[in-house]
């Protein structure tokens, strides 16, 4: 059975894992006692991430638009270039880590909500209309996919067709169970769902995207809450050597005499790792309190009602000496919490 797979691999941990997941934990618990940021900046942060992340994660799979060209394409302006699928790929995914960002606290995890993921995912997507939301039919292999989109090669088998409901039924379960038994730590329970479902491969396309909004749930439940503001997706894809050395290394020993994951959980906690320093250190650029003088932060709140105001005005404003005021834009445009406009005389500042 997958239960007893799943469980006996995890029975013996290396000491190194255990050491990056108190790193992580140590991590999640700055970011949870300083995360006092603006709703507005979160606000920008999780729309800059969802551009990242859908660009990231369909790339990843072969597809070419650049961030630049999906937040056209969000905005409703016309990118020509690129091929009808590889836009209605990005618009599937930009909406569906859209809705878990703004609603993961009320949808749950169990088999219905994956195979509504992938309905989601690809409703947009002519040639997969007939198999959307739907476990495969047929048998297909993982392939590895090189920078112009094209397979370099086949990675692993996957689950056969006919064995992919039961798999992915005790796979859930298993999941599930563990996750509210806390049987194991659940960066440990939610890497090897991850590895195994990706070994399963239950869709006909779209398994690789699926597995990483499922990242994006998981470790939101298990209250990893910067998840929308440092994309996981644009880590994997910066790291895609890796990403697929470790699943190889890790699948090829799936269901042998002695499975051992320790690769994949390597990886996925050295993104993880990462992911959560970027928001640590996130806190303090955006924690804008703690960085500024009492002088600095009388010029910031003015500039934050004004529209826009030249030196000249906000010296006027808040009482503050001219050359302090120069001081004061000068780091504000460095930590990219203003821009510049005009030039000499005419130079004014205003929010970003």
């Known amino acids: 059975m997958v239960k007893n797979r799943l469980d006996k691999r995890l029975q013996t941990i290396p000491a190194d894992i255990w050491r990056k997941i108190n790193k992580i934990d140590e991590l999640k618990g700055r970011w949870v006692a300083g995360a006092k940021l603006d709703p507005q900046v979160l606000g920008r942060l999780k729309k800059s991430v969802l551009i990242t992340s859908t660009g990231a994660s369909t790339r990843i799979e072969g597809a070419k638009l650049s961030d630049e060209d999906i937040e056209k394409m969000m905005r409703g302006l016309s990118v020509q270039k690129f091929s009808d699928r590889d836009k209605q790929e990005v618009k599937g995914y930009f909406e ?95 890497a090897n769902f991850l590895v195994e479902f990706l070994n399963i491969h239950p869709f006909l396309d779209g398994n ?106 906000i010296s006027d404003k808040t009482s503050v000496a001219r050359p302090t005021i120069n001081q004061a834009v000068d780091k504000l445009m460095r ?4 821009e510049r406009i005009g030039l000499g005389r005419s130079t004014r500042y205003r929010k970003i």
């Open 96 to 190: 569906l880590l859209e809705n878990v960002f703004n609603a993961w606290k009320a949808i749950k995890f169990n088999e219905n909500t994956i195979k509504h993921f992938h309905r989601e995912l690809l409703k947009y997507v002519d040639k997969d209309k007939g198999h959307r939301g739907e476990y495969k039919k047929r048998e297909n292999k993982v392939h590895m996919i090189d920078e112009a989109g094209k397979s370099a090669g086949v990675l692993f088998d996957t689950t056969q067709a006919y064995l992919t409901p039961k798999e992915m039924q005790e796979l859930v379960d298993w999941t599930k169970e563990a996750l509210e038994n806390e049987t194991y730590h659940p960066l440990i329970i939610i």
């Open 208 to 313: 690789g995207r699926i597995s990483r909004v499922l990242t994006n749930l998981l470790l939101l439940k298990e209250g990893y809450l910067y998840m929308p503001y440092v994309s996981h997706e644009k880590l994997v894809e910066d790291n895609k050597p890796d990403y697929y050395v470790a699943l190889r290394k890790s699948q090829k020993t799936i269901k042998k005499k002695k499975e051992n994951i320790t690769p994949w959980l390597n990886f996925f906690l050295d993104i993880l790792f990462e992911q959560s320093k970027q928001a640590v250190e996130l806190l303090s650029h955006e924690n804008i309190e703690k960085l500024l003088s009492e002088k600095q932060l009388a010029v910031w709140k003015y500039l934050n009602e004004a529209e826009e105001a030249s030196p000249k005005e």
């Open 335 to 338: 930590l990219k919490k203003i």
